[in-house]
Nanobody, 119 residues
Framework: QVQLVESGGGLVQAGGSLRLSCAASGRTFSMLRVGWFRQAPGKEREFVAT????????VYADSVKDRFTISRDNTKNTVYLQMNNLKPEDTAVYYCAAVLARETTFDYWGQGTQVTVSS
């Protein structure tokens, strides 16, 4: 089991920045990769970015590429999402999730943190 806790959300004006954190605990040694997802009101949850725990390779959704950066600190078992040049359409609840070794799906999720971007 892995427990994930997000923090860092808030209200920001368009063009501003926020950094989200995802603190992991439990069987963190078995994490394969961690991802960020978001869900806006009335919309389906969508993928934002993911990072491989070992090696650090990353993948981004086209909508956030060049604006968001995912990173991890293995010593703190924490994954970050640096969000720059925020737009009103980035408003959503942001969730982090983890895939464990020998698994293929994001089975472990945090409770989410609200990001609101005003125009």
């Amino acid at each position: 089991q892995v427990q994930l806790v997000e923090s860092g959300g808030g209200l920001v004006q368009a063009g501003g920045s926020l950094r989200l954190s995802c603190a992991a605990s439990g069987r963190t040694f078995s994490m394969l990769r961690v991802g960020w997802f978001r869900q806006a009101p009335g919309k389906e949850r969508e993928f934002v970015a993911t990072i491989y725990w070992n090696g650090g390779s990353t993948v981004y959704a086209d909508s956030v590429k060049d604006r968001f950066t995912i990173s991890r600190d293995n010593t703190k078992n924490t994954v970050y999402l640096q969000m720059n040049n925020l737009k009103p359409e980035d408003t959503a609840v942001y969730y982090c999730a983890a895939v464990l070794a020998r698994e293929t799906t994001f089975d472990y999720w945090g409770q989410g943190t609200q990001v609101t971007v005003s125009s």
